[in-house]
């Protein structure tokens, strides 16, 4: 066998889903590792559905999480007239037959299939039909001539094998009515024509691979290697639908995890290399194999992808980490500007203290990112005369201090706190409502000092808490 090459082979129908995305990591990690080649075939023959929206979020969003493809990109339907043209190869060598049941006849056999609770396989009315006992006034689907008798077996990589009785693989069709070609038919001329070597892809495909190996053979082509991994689920158990919360790379994009944190929790749904956890790009490359796939289903934990994104937030060089909340502040919230780095970086040691995602770190920034503090009612409402009182005599002591550190604060907080007999959060709330508009956030003395005391001046001298 040749290279390794690999493919993706999504629809551009709809957003890139959370599954899909794990599909296409393990086909780009196997790939890579073996030095070999990863592709992206776009599946955009369901005219209707297929949007060329999609297929840019599509790219876009395999590219955020670090997968890039190689070579040019594949689209289907630029492929359809070899479909169409390996198709009447296999009628004219009797590999397949053309049909003329109905609509009616078909959803006849259906309905008798599911009253005796079976699964429903077409009868194969048509596959010894003469052309002279053809109907003439009906089009045609062209249907594959699968095996009869027998059975066939699934050297599956990750599944180990696995065989099925050949009557269970019904004559599909290779042709609809109106002369396009169905999924099964192009999926396997297009990867024939790819040179695909291992197809890596959800276990939910297992039948159509069985299917698709029948056209391989009587077209004697080589088989690729096939590897079906298991499906994700939900923390209940039920199979992720695009329906699902967060199953969109997006859902997670928006509210602030990593792509290195989600590409990392990805690569260990299922995955397991030792008893290691956390992995670099680069680890992820040669350590990745089918091996570590396993049998059984995942299920989609949120609680642990915030812990991964958690880890990485506080493991990330601070530089890199302020970039990436630039990037997801100017995407979802408001863009920072360039001269607030200087006051945001240095506090990103207690901005991201408790945060799980760049959204936390964005609101513990806020008091930062915008000049303007925004009083909430309720927080107006701690402001009585005793805490104007204690932010009026906080700033007059605060004139004498040339340097902003704990120690020179403390005092001054010290003795308001006994001046006023009361305690830390007596003089420490109104003080941090004043400075930032909320009584929640980051520690005090760090919120002081990240300001400056030209701008903790400013905001302590704001006529609505005065």
């Keep these: 066998m040749s290279n390794v090459a690999t493919r993706f082979a999504p629809s551009p129908t709809g957003a890139l889903h959370i599954g899909g995305v794990r599909t296409a990591l393990f086909c780009w990690l196997f790939s890579k590792n073996k030095k070999g080649t990863f592709h992206l075939r776009i599946e955009d023959t369901d005219k209707e559905r297929s949007k060329d929206e999609h297929k840019d979020q599509i790219i876009k969003s395999l590219k955020w999480i670090g997968i890039e493809h190689d070579g040019e990109l594949y689209i289907q339907s630029k492929k359809i007239n070899d479909h169409i043209a390996v198709a009447n190869d296999l009628l004219k060598n009797s590999h397949a037959y053309k049909c003329y049941c109905s609509t009616e006849e078909i959803e006849d056999q259906k309905k008798r299939a599911r009253q005796k609770k079976l699964p429903y396989t077409y009868n194969r009315k048509c596959r010894e039909l003469s052309e002279s006992e053809a109907p003439k006034d009906v089009q045609p689907v062209v249907r594959f001539k699968s095996k009869i008798e027998g059975s066939s077996i699934l050297k599956d990589l990750v599944q180990g094998d696995v065989e099925i009785e050949n009557t269970i693989i019904e004559d599909f069709i290779i042709l609809r009515n109106d002369g396009t070609p169905t999924y099964n038919l192009s999926a396997t001329v297009d990867d024939h024509q790819m040179n695909m070597t291992h197809i890596i892809r959800g276990d939910d495909h297992k039948i159509n691979t069985f299917k ?202 010290n003795d308001l706190i006994k001046k006023y007999e009361t305690n830390f959060k007596g003089v420490g709330q109104p003080l941090r409502v004043a400075l930032t508009g909320s009584k929640f956030g980051p520690g005090l003395y760090d919120i002081i000092i990240s300001l400056g005391k030209e701008e903790v001046e400013r905001r302590l001298g704001n006529k609505i808490i005065t």
């Excluded at 397991?272 to 796939?293: A, P």
């Design 212 to 413: 698709q190996m029948q056209i391989y053979l009587v077209m004697k082509w080589e088989v690729p290697l096939f590897a079906h991994i298991p499906l994700i689920h939900t923390i209940e158990g039920k199979k992720l639908s695009k329906r699902d919360n967060a199953s969109t790379l997006d859902d997670y994009s928006k509210i602030g995890i990593m792509p290195d944190a989600l590409r990392n929790y990805l690569l260990r749904l299922g995955w397991s290399y030792q008893d290691k956890e956390i992995f670099t790009l680069e680890e992820s490359i040669q350590y990745f194999n089918l091996e570590g796939i396993g049998k059984s289903p995942s299920k989609l934990d949120m609680s642990r992808i915030l812990s991964m994104n958690e880890h990485y937030i506080k493991t990330i060089d601070e530089n890199e980490l302020y970039d990436h909340l630039v990037k997801y502040c100017g995407i979802y919230k408001e863009k920072i500007k360039p001269e607030k780095e200087t006051k945001i970086k240095p506090s990103l040691t207690f901005l991201k203290n408790k945060a799980k995602t760049l959204e936390d770190i964005f609101n513990n920034a806020k008091y930062i990112i915008f000049d303007d503090v925004k009083f909430e009612d309720k927080d107006l409402e701690l402001i009585d005369d005793k805490a104007k009182n204690i932010i009026k005599e906080f700033k007059e002591n605060l004139i004498s201090i040339n340097t902003l550190d704990k120690e020179t604060l403390e005092p001054i907080v």
